[in-house]
């Protein structure tokens, strides 16, 4: 009899991380691996931000900090919103934690009770799909199309909610896809929640900044629907600060108690020097770069034609974040070298194996047709990856 509880039993692993665990293991090895599979970006904290953690460790900022974030750091959050989304909040609104996956952890635990529905589009991020089970809520999967740019549309969204719904969840720029959702899109997704006052919306915003199109937009500015968003978001993605490990949440001031009160009795207040570099970078406007926004779309035009030239895959332009997310379903059947691919994992471990480059199956992200990698690696590294895969690839049949 296994000691383990029937939670963690039924917790899948998260694919992109296993992929990259896999990835730095063959690295070890000696071999040369190009790794697209991880999420985070190429580039390092600005030196403005790192100049705060020097100086907050000099200053001797090294005692716990207040469970739900610094004052200092709620409120600039809360001008953050303002400034950038035209949104208005008060600090006891905010939430900070270790990262946006531990605010999203946050909200499923203080929201979701044993039967509650969540409703998740595919492709969707992997840890959505765990975290409810984690929650003992039911993951709805409503599965979107390549051809709609894997966006949800309002008569999915009508069809998929039921009296058991209490979340819908949303992400956009979207990871896995890149995909972005515009202003009237999101305009028409609001009127449908508008008839349903008790279902709230989830809103991961983290890929905020790395919008190739204008402006981005929240679905939080509907006033009629404001007070049940809970809207996630942090420093990793914008402000290339992966490893400081600072997420937060905007939220109806009940919900945001309640996550407050639950990370009390979890991991305390988030790291004190590194919320002191998140205050630096959310009040420092010029601390997202715009040049890394822009080598991320210029990668993105040079991928997207190193896709197209590789026979079978098939892919559209995203509009954000940094991934693509090809459909390599041509392959399904197909055989090289005596390997025979049945699946979107077949084909990632033959390239890895193979090619020396990991990609992510897109059985992760609810798309088995499909596989996700990341373009967050340097232009020479991209161009020889996709070198390796294509001819890795070239006697598929």
């Known amino acids: 009899m296994s000691c383990l509880s029937k939670r963690i039993s039924r917790l899948a692993v998260s694919q992109t991380l296993a992929m990259s665990a896999k990835s730095r293991e063959l690295k070890a090895q000696g071999k040369d691996v190009i790794n697209l599979s991880v999420g985070e970006p190429d580039f390092f904290t600005p030196d403005v931000v790192k100049e705060a ?60 009770d044993e ?48 009296e058991k719904t209490k979340i819908f969840m949303l992400c956009s720029p979207s990871n896995p896809t890149g995909s972005i959702y515009s202003v009237e899109e999101l305009a ?13 919306i989830i809103s991961d ?21 404001k007070e049940r968003v809970i809207i996630i978001n942090g420093v990793s993605k914008g402000y290339a600060m992966t490893g400081w490990r600072i997420g937060y949440i905007a939220a109806p001031k009940e919900i945001a108690a309640a996550c407050n009160k639950l990370q009390g009795q979890m991991t305390s207040g988030a ?45 559209n332009l995203p509009k954000g974040a940094f991934y693509f997310l090809p459909d390599i379903s041509w392959y399904f059947g197909k055989s090289v070298n005596g390997v025979t691919f049945n699946s ?26 499909t596989v996700r990698l990341s373009y967050a690696a340097s232009d020479d590294s991209l161009k020889e990856a996709f070198r390796r895969i294509k001819e890795a690839l070239k006697d598929a049949k």
């Open 271 to 315: 790291c004190s020097v590194a919320q002191m570099a998140a205050f630096e970078a959310i009040g420092n406007p010029n601390s997202t770069s715009k040049d890394m926004i822009d080598t991320f779309k210029r990668r993105r035009d040079m991928v997207y034609d190193l896709i197209n030239d590789i026979p079978g895959w098939k892919v």
């Open 188 to 200: 028409q997704l609001a009127e449908v929640l508008k008839k349903h006052p008790d279902v709230y």
């Open 115 to 162: 039967g509650d529905e969540v409703i998740i589009p595919a492709p969707y991020w992997v840890s959505y799909i765990e975290q409810v089970k984690l929650a003992d809520g039911t993951p709805v999967v409503v599965q979107t199309s390549q051809e709609n740019e894997f966006k949800i549309t309002p008569q999915q969204l009508e069809q998929a909610i039921t």
């Open 344 to 369: 979107a994992m077949d084909l990632c471990m033959y390239i890895l194996e193979n090619a020396g480059v990991a990609i992510v199956p897109g059985e992760a992200f609810g798309v088995p047709s």
């Open 53 to 112: 953690a020097k100086k907050a460790i000099d200053n001797n900022v090294s005692f716990y900090a207040p469970v739900p974030g610094f004052p200092e750091l709620r409120e600039a959050i809360t001008e953050k919103l303002k400034r950038d989304n035209n949104l208005e909040y008060s600090a006891d609104q905010i939430v900070v934690s270790t990262g946006a996956k531990h605010s999203l952890a946050n909200v499923m635990l203080s929201m979701i």
């Open 205 to 225: 915003e983290i890929y905020e900044y790395i919008n190739f199109v204008g402006e981005h937009a929240s679905i939080a500015s509907d006033a009629d629907i």
